[in-house]
């Protein structure tokens, strides 16, 4: 009997994740499979920033990829976190650090969730302030410091996420793949089966044909396979994010230039910018609505906000949401096939490890041993997934701002009734971890650790709340106190020792660390 053949129509950063988590699952699994992963080399990949969560670094330590080999080879630098610039109100801005503090101090027995995060909004600091990336976050510092012998000396136990150059990625993860064959051709149609509805091979331009078993729609925008073929509902976000166009464009990392270490989220008046570091230069794009701006005016407005001419390298138009079911038949859809939501908060790349992660864990097998009701069960834990990225970043628009047309039609009409839901419970409790429906196995999902420093820098969270529930376990609160103001002394002590951002890169690139 032949072996079972997984095809990922697609390379990139998604399809070559999800070829690699696949084949590692064939390996655990024992199973008589194969993976094939479809990429053209006639078809230019364009590089452009992209930023990650720490999902991301999880999947390079599991399977044994040194960080610092990646960021050499993919001009990738730290994301600590994310800083938001006028989102609240014009001139004001605030951090959202990606490490949990929770994580790094044993919890009394018996201790809610998030006691930290509570104890903090009720004495009125800032959350980011007791994170250890904090004050790294605010002097563009790395991580690490140098001990006597020159080698790097982590500050603490930390979880980063990464920038880089997405076209880079794939080439990398192609380069570092072990057993996955590669198809360098370009498919130009799809052979089915005329009584299941499946997909039994593909066609290529040259006539040459590949059967597969089962067929991971990594193709991006285009969906090929997912809606080219089995013609996948779509699910609009439309209405609750109502940004619907981008201007991409870059700008270079002057010498002698301190590199960030976060992603810059800025508000504009009919969207926000993004820009994501790489070593070289930065990825920035205007992502608006164009119900409020036409193209030439976003391009003049982003040049007004930087003081500067920049050159546009194209004019993206896109829908924002997710299929209603990513899994029909024998193909699914992972990556930019699946969903889109704006970069606010690196939801795409984290969406893909954990879809894949969750598939591999419990539902990979047999292709003739998967049920209808096993695909429906994946279909609603991913819808669920994404729709949880939604309201989270549906949220960062709950803001005061009102000085423009957009925000205020953002602020009156677009926020998603989870939302509304959602900020109601927590006027009357804190947020807690239990808040959240726990769906994906026990794998990372957007709940408190992200939620605490946006709900604090929208000023969306109720001191004397906070204060009241504090004052519930007098023991408690004396030990957050006492924790937290460690932590902040501690983490701002550490970062006058931390390395900068760009001189630890340097070292990377010059191996003077291994």
């Known amino acids: 009997m032949a072996s079972t053949r997984f095809v990922v129509v697609g390379g990139g950063t998604a399809g070559w994740i999800s070829a690699f988590i696949v084949q590692d699952a064939i390996k655990r699994l024992r199973l008589d499979a194969r993976v094939h992963v479809v990429e053209s080399s006639k078809i230019p990949t364009v590089g452009v920033g992209e930023a ?4 991301f670094h999880l999947f390079l330590r599991h399977f044994g990829i040194d960080t610092l080999d990646f960021m050499r080879s993919c001009e990738a630098t730290y994301k600590l976190g994310i800083r938001h610039e006028d989102w609240r109100k014009k001139g004001v801005t605030y951090y959202g650090p990606i490490d949990d503090p929770h994580q790094v101090v044993q919890a009394p027995p018996g201790a809610p969730s998030d006691y930290l995060n509570v104890y903090a909004i009720s004495v009125g600091k800032p959350v980011q302030d007791m994170h250890l990336f904090g004050p790294l976050l605010e002097r563009k510092k790395a991580p690490w410091t140098v001990k006597g012998d020159g080698s790097l000396l982590p500050l603490g136990p930390f979880l980063p996420a990464y920038h880089f150059d997405q076209a880079l990625v794939g080439q990398y993860l192609k380069a570092k793949s072990e057993g996955i064959t590669l198809v360098d051709n370009v498919m130009s149609g799809v052979e089915r089966d005329a009584d299941t509805g499946d997909v039994t091979a593909l066609v290529f331009e040259d006539g040459e044909r590949l059967e597969g078993d089962f067929f991971i729609d990594a193709t991006g925008f285009r969906k090929r396979l997912i809606v080219g073929e089995l013609q996948a509902p779509w699910v609009s976000y439309a209405h609750e994010l109502p940004v619907n166009r981008a201007l991409p464009f870059w700008l270079p990392v002057e010498p002698g230039e301190e590199i960030a270490n976060y992603t810059r989220a800025w508000a504009q008046d009919a969207g926000w910018m993004w820009q994501i570091p790489t070593q070289t230069r930065y990825g920035c794009g205007y992502v608006f609505s164009d119900a409020f701006r036409t193209p030439d005016e976003a391009h003049a407005e982003i040049e007004r906000a930087l003081g500067r001419e920049v050159e546009v390298r194209g004019d993206i138009r896109f829908e924002i949401g997710r299929l209603e079911n990513v899994w029909i038949n024998n193909v699914l859809a992972v990556g930019l096939s699946s969903s889109f939501l704006e970069p606010l908060e690196s939801t795409s790349i984290h969406g893909t490890i954990v879809q894949m992660m969750m598939f591999a864990g419990q539902y990979l097998r047999d292709p003739a041993e998967i049920t209808r009701d096993l695909c429906a069960d994946y279909n ?18 709950m803001t005061e701002r009102d000085d423009t047309p957009f925000w205020r039609e953002v602020r009156a009409n677009r926020i998603h009734p989870e939302t509304r839901e959602r900020l109601a419970r927590w006027q009357q409790e804190m947020p807690r971890h239990q808040h959240f429906p726990q769906y994906l196995f026990g794998l990372p999902h957007m709940e408190t650790q992200l939620h605490y420093p946006v709900l604090d820098g ?19 609160r004396s030990f957050a106190r006492k924790t937290h103001d460690a932590l902040v002394k501690e983490y701002k002590q550490a970062a006058t020792k931390a390395l900068g951002h760009a001189e630890f890169l340097q070292g990377v690139r010059e191996r003077r660390w291994s």
Do not use: I, W
């Not at 834990?381 to 989270?392: C, E, K, L, W």
């Open 52 to 55: 990650t969560t720490a999902a």
């Open 380 to 397: 609603r834990r991913v819808a669920r997934q994404v729709d949880d990225f939604r309201s989270f970043v549906n949220l960062h628009y």
């Open 458 to 476: 929208l000023g969306l969270l109720d001191p004397a709340l906070a204060k009241a529930e504090m004052a519930r376990d007098p023991k408690l």
